[in-house]
C-alpha cells in the first residue's frame, strides 16, 4: 500500500472515531434510549431486514432491550417492545406519545382527518367522529342490525359460488364495505357495483403495497427517493382517487343538507362546518378536512375487517378439526337459520376465542402506527425529546412467549380456560391502546364476530390443497402483514 493509502485509511479511521464519539456524547448527555451506530445519510439501514422490519425490531430488543433507538435515515426513531415498555408509552404517558409520526406516502392526507392527523385538529376531529360512530352504531338501526343485514346478503352471494372455487377477496371485503359506507354515506352497494369495486381495489392495493419492501424504504427515504419512479407513486395516486370519492359525496350532500335531520356521518361533519361559519373562529370542518376524515373511516373501516376475514377462512381450513368445533358450538347455540346475534357471543367461547386468537396470529398491523412525542418526556430513565417518533410494537405483546404458550403456533387455547370458558388477555392488542386506539375497534369486533359465525353457520370450508399443505406465511411484512391469495370452496351445509 502506498504512502496515500495509508494516508487515506487513516484519515477515514479518525473520521470514523470522531462520528463515534460525536454520537456517543450526544446520546449520553441527552440520555437517549441506547441503539446500534448509525452511518450517516443511511442511518441504520444496514441494521434493518427491510423485507421485515417487525422481526428486525425483534431482534434489536433482543441486543439492546426494550426500549432502544434506531435512526431511519435522518429520523430519530424510538422502539417500545415488550408488554412493560409499549403500556408505559400508550396508557401511561398517553398524552406525551399521542403524535402521529409522519408517513410520508400519506402526504396528501397530513395534518388532516383522523389517522395521518398530527395538528391541532386531531383531538377534536377524533372525539367528534367517536361521538357520532357511537350514535349511529346505537339503537335498533344500529350496528349489530345493520351487520346482519349485510350478512344476509353476503350469505346469498356465496351461495351463487355454488360451492366452486373462488378468490374471496373481494366477496368478503363487500360486507365489511358496505356495513361502513352505510355509516359515511347512508350508501350500499351490489356485491358487483363497478365503483365499489374500484374503491375496494384501491383500499387493497395500497394495504399490499404499504406492506412491500419499497414502501419501508420510501416512508424512511423520502428526501432521497421522492422524484424516483416507484410504487409509492401509485399508493398516493390511490389516495388522492379515495380522496376524491369522498370529496364528491360530501358535495353531493351539501346539496340537500338538512341541518337538523342529519342522514350519515358526512352530514354530521358538513352540519359542524355550517356551524362554525358563525363562531368567528378559524374553520376546523372544512371540505378537505371533511374528506379526509370520510376517507380515513372508509379504508381504516374496510381493508382491516376484510383482511381478517379472508385470512381467518385460510387458516380455518387448514385446521378442519377447530372449523369442526365450531359448526358444532354455532348449531348447539343458534341452529341452522336463526341470525347471529351479538348476545351469542357469551354463549359461543370457543368461537369467541378463535376470532380472538385469529387477530393475535395474523397480527395484522405488527409495528402499530408510529406516534410522535408531544414533548420532552422521560420514559423508563430515558430522555425522549419532543418530536421523536415512536413506535410501540404490537407483535412485542401479541407473541409475547410467557403469555400466549405456544405463540408461532394457531391455538384457541390460547383463550380458553381449563373449563373451555373465554379468557382474557390484557396482551390482546391489536387495535393498539391509550388516545390513539382504534376508532372502529367495537365495530370491527361485532363484524368479525358476527360475519364469521354467519358463514360457517351455512357452509363447510373446502380447500383445494390438503389442509397440511396451506401455507399461512404472510407473503409480505410491513405496513400489515398481508395473507397469500387463495381460492376455496363453500358447500352448504343443508
Ligand atoms: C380488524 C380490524 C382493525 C384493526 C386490527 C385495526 C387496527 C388499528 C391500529 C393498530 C390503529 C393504530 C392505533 C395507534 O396509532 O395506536 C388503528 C387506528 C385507527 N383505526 Fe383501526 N383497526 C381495525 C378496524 C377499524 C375500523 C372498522 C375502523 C373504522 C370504523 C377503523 C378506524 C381507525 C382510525 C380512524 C384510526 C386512527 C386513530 C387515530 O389516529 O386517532 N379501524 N386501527
Known amino acids: 500500500m502506498g504512502a496515500l493509502g495509508i494516508t ?5 479511521w479518525v473520521v470514523t472515531l470522531l462520528l463515534i464519539s460525536i454520537w456517543k456524547q450526544i446520546h449520553s448527555s441527552w440520555n437517549l434510549p441506547p441503539g446500534p451506530f448509525p452511518l450517516p445519510i443511511i442511518g441504520n439501514l444496514l441494521q434493518m431486514d427491510i423485507k421485515n422490519i417487525p ?3 425483534t431482534r434489536l430488543a433482543k441486543r439492546y432491550g426494550p426500549v432502544f433507538t434506531l435512526y431511519l435515515g ?11 415498555a409499549v403500556k408505559e408509552v400508550l396508557l401511561k404517558y398517553k398524552n406525551e406519545f399521542s403524535g402521529r409520526g ?3 406516502v400519506f402526504q396528501e392526507y397530513k395534518d388532516k382527518g383522523i389517522i395521518f392527523n398530527n395538528g391541532p385538529t386531531w383531538k377534536d376531529v377524533r372525539r367528534f367522529s367517536l361521538s357520532i360512530l357511537r350514535d349511529y352504531g346505537m339503537g335498533k338501526q344500529g350496528n349489530e342490525a345493520r351487520i346482519q343485514r349485510e350478512a344476509q346478503f353476503l350469505l346469498e352471494e356465496l351461495r351463487k359460488t355454488q360451492g366452486k372455487p373462488f378468490d374471496p377477496t373481494f366477496l368478503l371485503g363487500c360486507a365489511p364495505f358496505n356495513v361502513i359506507a352505510d355509516i359515511l354515506f347512508h350508501r350500499r352497494f351490489a356485491y358487483n357495483d363497478k365503483t365499489a369495486l374500484r374503491l375496494m381495489h384501491l383500499f387493497n392495493e395500497d394495504f399490499y403495497l404499504l406492506s412491500t419492501p419499497w414502501l419501508q424504504l420510501y416512508n424512511n427515504y423520502s428526501n432521497y427517493l421522492r422524484y424516483m419512479p416507484g410504487s409509492h407513486r401509485k399508493v398516493m395516486k390511490n389516495v388522492s382517487e379515495i380522496k ?17 335531520c342529519s342522514r350519515d356521518v358526512t352530514d354530521c361533519l358538513l352540519t359542524e362546518m ?17 374528506a379526509v376524515t370520510l376517507a380515513d373511516l372508509f379504508f381504516a373501516g374496510t381493508e382491516t375487517t376484510s383482511t381478517t376475514l379472508r385470512y381467518g377462512l385460510l387458516i380455518l381450513m387448514k385446521y378442519p378439526e377447530i372449523e369442526e368445533k365450531l359448526h358444532e358450538e354455532i348449531d348447539k347455540v343458534i341452529g341452522p337459520t336463526r341470525i347471529p346475534a351479538v ?25 402499530n402506527l408510529p406516534h410522535e412525542a408531544t414533548q420532552d418526556t422521560m420514559l423508563q430513565g430515558y430522555f425522549i425529546p419532543k418530536g421523536t417518533v415512536v413506535i410501540p410494537t404490537l407483535d412485542s405483546l401479541l407473541y409475547d412467549k410467557q403469555e400466549f404458550s405456544e405463540p408461532e403456533q394457531f391455538r384457541p387455547e390460547h383463550f380458553l380456560n381449563e373449563n373451555g370458558k373465554f379468557k382474557y388477555s390484557d396482551y390482546f392488542k391489536p387495535f393498539s391502546a391509550g388516545k390513539r386506539v382504534c376508532v372502529g375497534e367495537g365495530l370491527a369486533r361485532m363484524e368479525l364476530f358476527l360475519l364469521l359465525t354467519a358463514i360457517l353457520q351455512h357452509f363447510n370450508l373446502k380447500s383445494l390443497v390438503e389442509p397440511k399443505d396451506i401455507d399461512l406465511k404472510p407473503i409480505t411484512v410491513g405496513f400489515g402483514s398481508i395473507p397469500p391469495s387463495y381460492k376455496l370452496c363453500l358447500i352448504p351445509r343443508s
Open 244 to 260: 376524491v370519492y369522498a370529496l364528491e359525496r360530501a358535495k353531493e350532500n351539501l346539496q340537500s343538507l338538512d341541518l337538523n
Open 102 to 104: 409522519e408517513i410520508p
Open 74 to 84: 435522518s429520523r430519530r426513531v424510538v422502539v417500545l417492545h415488550g408488554y412493560e
Open 343 to 367: 348476545k351469542d357471543r357469551l354463549e359461543m367461547p370457543y368461537m369467541d376465542a378463535v376470532v380472538h386468537e385469529i387477530q393475535r396470529f395474523i397480527n395484522l398491523v405488527p409495528s
Open 55 to 57: 422481526k428486525s425490531f
Open 274 to 290: 355550517e356551524k362554525e361559519k358563525h363562531n368567528g373562529k378559524p374553520p376546523m370542518y372544512t371540505m378537505e378536512n371533511i
Open 8 to 12: 487515506i485509511a487513516l484519515l477515514v
